[in-house]
């Protein structure tokens, strides 16, 4: 599917200067057409010649004026497919006082759009000011309601789009556990047996004669005898008694999805033939959108 993008100059210079820029841009020079007015014409009443100096096979406005007695008209009532539109006199007018004309045929929207940026910034006319400035009066023509793109092929496509749901997973965490330890007292007894010694003193009379035994212990002297008793002792041991283990264990478990994903349904409608055309989109600068004339140059 390709495009036409129109471009309207003052000067030759500019116009050569915007084919540059597309060519710099990645244009083909076979895509696009340099069309200058010629210095005869400028001072005649027919000001519709133009003389095509790119020297390429692509149809401009010169091309047209080889086949008709006015190119210009030709050229843009092809483009806004008839005379009837007011688009087509505008621009026919604003032409006419222009300099030069340079014509892209662009493949695709996207190049279109690239190439009327191009034009936009090499300084392209803007056609509402320019027609505006130089007293054009609207003819009363239907406004151009056409096609955006023009079909150069035998088909047109609508692409369908579909989602389709995708789940994935994702770690988040839930939740845990914590071991502190901590110092505690509490009071405990135990039972112990003690023993104690006593010292007992006993007196026993005694009335028998002194043996020899009892004259050796018959001095001065010291008997002592001690006394002992227990003590409890305290004493502390350290065992284990007990330990606290963390750990993980995993578990899985089954989950369904409920969502809803869109899809581009194309519905066909057959339209009644119609005795119009639809004609290629032009623009005169920044814009390619017919529909959207005020925002061309």
Do not use: C, W
């Amino acid at each position: 599917m390709s495009q036409t993008v129109v471009g309207i100059f003052d000067t030759a210079a500019e116009a050569q200067n915007a084919a540059q820029q597309l060519q710099a841009a990645g244009f083909s020079l076979d895509s696009v057409d340099v069309s200058n007015r010629g210095s005869q014409s400028a001072s005649s009443s027919d000001s519709s010649n133009y003389t095509n100096t790119s020297g390429t096979a692509t149809e401009g406005v010169a091309d047209a004026a080889g086949r008709t007695g006015d190119g210009i008209s030709n050229f843009f009532s092809n483009l806004f497919g008839g005379d009837e539109y007011d688009d087509t006199h505008r621009y026919s007018h604003v032409a006419r006082s222009a300099g030069s004309i340079v014509t892209v045929h662009a493949h695709s929207a996207e190049n279109a759009q690239r190439a009327a940026e191009i034009l936009d910034a090499a300084g392209a006319i803007n056609v509402d000011e320019r027609a505006s400035q130089s007293g054009y009066q609207s003819t009363g023509g239907q406004a151009y309601t056409g096609a955006t793109t023009a079909d150069t092929g035998d088909t047109m496509s609508a692409k369908v789009i579909e989602e389709n749901l995708q789940v994935g997973k994702r770690v988040e965490q839930t939740g845990g556990a914590r071991l502190r330890s901590r110092i505690v007292e509490r009071p405990v007894e135990a039972s112990v047996r003690l023993r104690e010694e006593h010292v007992t003193v006993q007196r026993n009379p005694v009335n028998r004669p002194a043996t020899e035994a009892d004259f050796n212990t018959f001095r001065e002297g010291d008997i002592e005898v001690t006394e002992s008793a227990e003590r409890a002792v305290v004493g502390k041991e350290a065992r284990v008694v007990e330990e606290v283990t963390l750990g993980k264990e995993v578990t899985e478990r089954e989950e369904t999805i409920h969502d809803t994903v869109r899809k581009t349904e194309v519905d066909v409608e057959r339209i009644e033939g119609t005795t119009g055309t639809t004609g290629t989109t032009g623009t005169t600068g920044t814009a390619y959108d017919a529909d959207d004339l005020n925002t061309r140059r």
